[in-house]
């Protein structure tokens, strides 16, 4: 039995390599954008879909489903960019969120795929 089953409705975004500048590093505005859209409707919808405390401070089992929005003139079965990369994003957003950090995560599983509508299914245990 999950300890908590969110449906994120939005459409994914990976995580890119961080760009380097004489300034240091930093993400590319899409995604800090994409980032904290998403951790904000995280924070809007756990409180209602969850019965325990949030953020959860031990060891977590974590699944995550990403369902993106296919294109109309692709053959691809799949989305193209790395799983890796979608999961990251997703961790990251969900940090002081949902658990305290993503180091507590020992399980992880993943799945992406098309879908209508775009969204994001996290089950943490």
Known sequence: MPLLLLDVPCEPVPCPRPRVSKFGSYYPPRYRNWKKDFGSQVARI?????????PLQKTLSVSIEVYCTRPKTSKLDFPKPDI??????????????????DSQITQLQARKSWGSPARIVIQVS
Do not use: E
């Open 46 to 54: 756990a409180p209602f879909v969850s019965g325990v405390d949030l």
């Open 84 to 101: 890796d990369n979608y999961v990251k994003g997703v961790l990251d957003a969900c940090n002081k969120l949902i658990w305290t950090d």
